[in-house]
């Protein structure tokens, strides 16, 4: 709950009521504890006050007493993974959690693992594609999708709370090493393929793993496929040697470099915790994640008519002519790939993901999945051609992403603002404001984490862009002042 004004001197009186001197106010709803789950679970600096084996104890108890019952825990390639590790898991075990240890595992494949081992839920120790410093935890409900707000909440509150249900002496849990998730994990993948067609079109690729957790997957993954490969970077060191782990155009020089000395199929490179991939082509043409979204979007749907596809509204509008080039339908959601996945359970999507590279196979789990991914773009090149064909087939936007600064207070009032200005044209409120116009569209969008406004613009014309987003961000900046 805000501080009212006026009442700074507030202390917290019994049974919920706010004293001051003069006044008494009965509070209308529960008192909000600070949150602990960023968008992507808990981050933040190794051994700060905010990441340190405290910490990570306090939330395992947290968590545990909000999952009750068997967590399997696993862990990208970070320094610092076994210490928070061990503290999370003595956390667990201490309010009498069953703990199954899978060691160092991609995101996805500790997801895999808790839906098919039938867990009470998972957690994972990532900072995803942060710099070697960070280190995070991340929760994953029972059925292996990443944690929805409502969940983290509860574990939120217990955790501020200190509710934690301290198992008696004879029933603390047990931690036992579960060596056996990858192989399942890939096993899993391999039935969701064609594997034949694969292993018959004699493909090869180029595959840096950023020294994160993929490099334990991957390579597997290609050889039970029959696929030739070069790896860069493929040990786990969380030092990150090769290059800082968030697959971005200047951490993929090298696989660039590589695939064009000639004789790859494709490359691919992975984040840290190996649920995103991005694609490289024939070429060495690095392929944004919206491209490589449409190509998979497109196969899918050409594979049975009217198929629907999930992606959030800040998308290229290339996913969505892809599919409709395929007979397939579109649904956009809010930002966050948990909302893609929900929207897709929900509403029965087949695929789906963002622009970062984090695509979602329906069919497999319903979580991002960069070896799943890697798996499906080998089964499109072997059955359909060359990866710079299938690109060039989808239309070609140019996009313009820009921010500016907005105190947390105005952010509604912003939003308001131009959405009035908007009368009369086509907008669209699904996360932010959407407007879009013959030629392209701008969205408006309050960073959920900072004090920001995230301005995206997207047209034929890299010009028409830059000129769309411009007008915007003027008209926030003009109302944040005003
Ligand atoms: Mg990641």
Redesign the pocket.
Known sequence: MEMMPGTSKSRQGPQGFICDSNITVAMTQEKKAPRLFGTNGVRGIVNSDEMDPMFAMKLGMAIGSFMKGKVMIGTDARTSNEMLKSACVSGLMAVGCDVSDCGVVP?PTLQYAVKIAQAAGGVVITA??NPPEFNGIKAIDADGTEMGRENEEAIERIYHEGRFTRADWRRIGQVTQNLTVVDRYIGGILSKVDGLAIRKANLRIAVDCGNGASSLVTPKLLERLGVRYVTLNADPNGAFPGHNSEPVPENAVDLVELVKSGGFDFGVIH???G??TIFVDETGRYLQGDRSLAIVANYICSLKPNRLIVTNVASSQCIEEAVKMAGGRMLYTRVGSPTIARAMMKEGGVFGGEENGGLIFAEFQFCRDGAMAVAKMLEIVAKTGQLSKLNDRIPSYCQCKKKTGCPEGRKQAVLREIEKDAKGLKVDTTDGIKILFDEGWVIIRPSGTEPIFRIFSESKTASRAEELAEKYKKKVEKLVNG
Do not use: L, Q
């Open positions: 995101t995803s594609h984040d840290g915790d649920d995103r």
